[in-house]
Each structure stands twice: as structure tokens, then as C-alpha cells.
């Protein structure tokens, strides 16, 4: 049986929040690995929610920015992403990946170079 990575979608009404969590024990990951949640709505391309750069650096997608918050939970071994205020448009399956250093800013070396966990759905109705 494969390990689920992702889990915490569901569907939600506006203004409402929803915690999802990836765990890094589905993925290929070190500490000197980048880590990066995805998303891809029905008719949109896919989008870097947020990176984590191997140094903890995190860079949001401006849309989301003040609203999700992403964080390490050691114990656990998951990059959890907080989702708040959420709106229809943040509608998608949300997908966590890992890969080296260096690469999550990158569509080819992610492609070529990273594991990504089967994705989670979240919903956000009005």
C-alpha cells in the first residue's frame, strides 16, 4: 500500500481555514532538500503556493501571501501549510514536493529531479 503524503483537503465554505500536511517520510528528503507546495485549480496552470529553500527561506505566491502559512513540524516530520481566509479561487489539488537544493524554482529540475507526493483536494465554495 502506498503511503497517502498529503492529507487535509476537503471542501470548506469562503472564509474558512484548512490545515494540510505532507509527510516527508512519502518523499525522498534531507535536510539540505527544498520543499514546495503545489497547486492546480480545473483551469489553471499549476502554481508554487509556497518554497521552502533548504536554508528556511519561504517565498509565497503573492496571491495567498498574509492568509497561508507554511511550517516544519519536527516531531511529526511533515511540512504542514495553515490555509486561512480561504476563497473559491484557491480551489485545486494541492500537491507537496521535495527536491535538491536549489531545484523547486525550477518547472525542468523539479520535473526531473523531485518527488511529489498524489495531492490532496480542496474545495472553496461561496
Known amino acids: 500500500q502506498v503511503e497517502r503524503v498529503e492529507s487535509g483537503g476537503g471542501s470548506v465554505q469562503a472564509g474558512e481555514s484548512l490545515r494540510l500536511s505532507c509527510a516527508l517520510s512519502?518523499?525522498?528528503?534531507?535536510?539540505?532538500?527544498?520543499m514546495v507546495w503545489f497547486r492546480q485549480g480545473p483551469t489553471k496552470k499549476r502554481e508554487r503556493v509556497v518554497v521552502?529553500?533548504?536554508?528556511?527561506?519561504?517565498t509565497y505566491l503573492p496571491s495567498v501571501k498574509g492568509r497561508f502559512t507554511v511550517s516544519r513540524d519536527i516531531a511529526k516530520n511533515t511540512l504542514d501549510l495553515q490555509m486561512n481566509r480561504l476563497k473559491p479561487e484557491d480551489t485545486a489539488m494541492y500537491y507537496c514536493?521535495?527536491?535538491?537544493?536549489?531545484?523547486?524554482?525550477?518547472?525542468?529540475?523539479?520535473?526531473?529531479?523531485?518527488?511529489w507526493g498524489q495531492g490532496t483536494q480542496v474545495t472553496v465554495s461561496s
Open positions: 512519502g518523499l525522498t528528503y534531507s535536510p539540505s532538500s527544498c
Open positions: 521552502v529553500d533548504a536554508d528556511g527561506t519561504t
Open positions: 514536493a521535495t527536491a535538491p537544493a536549489g531545484s523547486c524554482s525550477s518547472d525542468y529540475r523539479l520535473a526531473h529531479d523531485g518527488d
